[in-house]
């Protein structure tokens, strides 16, 4: 049974930092690209990095510079680094495990980060 489970969320004032994780199991972690997704009230399901089974990052324009994603293949855990957040990062973030063009892809529950004053 497939299981990502992501923990870091909350409420922090702006310009404050968080770390997400997801914890995977019952996947070969090594295989899967790991991304994080947000979704905001009334908005679509958007990326917000995501990171090869080798280590290479990609981010959504919005977040560059600010955000840092990385994985630990030895604890099958992705991370994403959060600093400098504004309330407009305000959404529920999901852990996702994709392997690219196969029908692999899993979700995470999600953890909501709250960013106001």
């Known amino acids: 049974q497939v299981q990502l489970v992501e923990s870091g969320g909350g409420l922090v004032q702006p310009g404050g930092s968080l770390r997400l994780s997801c914890a995977a199991s019952?996947?070969?972690?090594?295989?899967?690209?790991m991304g994080w997704y947000r979704q905001a009230p009334g908005k679509q399901r958007e990326l917000v990095a995501s990171i090869t089974s080798g280590g290479s990052p990609v981010y959504a324009d919005s977040v560059k510079g600010r955000f840092t994603i990385s994985r630990d293949n030895a604890k099958n855990t992705v991370y994403l680094q959060m600093n400098t957040l504004k309330p407009e990062d305000t959404a529920a973030y999901f852990c996702?495990?994709?392997?690219?063009?196969?029908?692999?892809?899993?979700w995470g529950q999600g953890t909501q980060v709250t960013v106001s004053s």
């Open positions: 019952g996947i070969t972690f090594s295989l899967h690209v």
């Open positions: 996702n495990a994709r392997v690219p063009y196969t029908v692999r892809n899993y």
